[in-house]
């Protein structure tokens, strides 16, 4: 079935310091989103790319979206204590309507 | 005003038992979801319903049971409950069923089978 691999697992970084989680798929995707999950929260929609290539921003945050559809990033910059969470891509491939999650990257900051 | 409201948050019962958990959202949507999260934090969709119509049903076993009131409601009931249905379920809506719409979701339950 369709697979969403994202990379790392975990990751912990000192306050101040660059953050990235990536996303790689096999396939083409259709469009990615990027949900941020909160340690005992729920995943909240930070952002949908659609178009090849595409570039969004987000205040610290950047988002991109490969030229092939095959692959995303999520970079944030000089993390803070309030970027801790755990970080999901998904997607839909073809005409199917079922969004699949990455296993998402936890991202702990020290503060 | 919560958008979407799941009851209860937190579920502990005995293996073999029948529970249900309910979900409402005031956001006027026409896709309602339910997702596992499990101790890993991988999230899975389970079911989909779009207008109280099942469009979206995964290999989930059947002691799962999906039921849709009206288009604002999606109810679970799980059947002789085990112990790796321990989870938080998530429900979400959005607003079309087309290919990527954005998913809205609940506060969760979290299950825990003893």
């Known amino acids: 079935g369709q697979q969403v691999m994202q990379i790392p697992q975990y990751q912990h970084v000192q306050e101040g310091e660059d953050f990235t989680t990536y996303c790689n798929s096999s396939?083409?995707?259709?469009?990615i989103q990027w949900y941020k999950q909160r340690p005992g929260g729920h995943p909240v929609f930070l952002i949908q790319?659609?178009?090849?290539?595409e570039v969004k921003k987000q205040k610290r945050l950047t988002f991109q979206f490969g030229e092939a559809k095959k692959n995303s990033s999520l970079h944030i910059t000089a993390t803070q204590t309030t970027d801790v969470g755990t970080y999901f891509c998904?997607?839909?491939?073809?005409?199917?309507?079922?969004?699949?999650f990455g296993k998402g990257t936890l991202l702990t900051v020290n503060p | 005003d919560t958008a979407v409201s799941q009851t209860p948050k937190y579920l502990v019962t005995q293996m073999g038992n029948d529970k249900s958990i309910k979900c409402e959202q005031n956001?006027?949507?026409?896709?309602m979801y339910w997702y596992k999260q499990d101790s890993k934090k991988f999230l899975k969709i389970m079911f989909s319903?779009?207008?109280?119509?099942?469009?979206i049903n995964e290999t989930v076993p059947n002691r799962f049971s999906p039921k849709s009131p009206d288009k604002a409601h999606l109810n679970l009931h799980i059947n002789s409950l085990e112990l790796g249905d321990s989870a938080v379920y998530f429900c979400?809506?959005?607003?079309?069923?087309?290919?990527?719409?954005?998913?809205?979701f609940g506060p969760g339950t979290r299950l825990t089978v003893l």
């Open positions: 956001l006027g949507h026409d896709t």
């Open positions: 319903y779009n207008n109280k119509e099942l469009i």
């Open positions: 979400a809506s959005s607003q079309k069923v087309v290919l990527l719409d954005t998913q809205y």
């Open positions: 396939t083409t995707l259709s469009n």
């Open positions: 998904a997607a839909v491939q073809g005409s199917n309507y079922k969004l699949t």
């Open positions: 790319l659609v178009k090849s290539g």
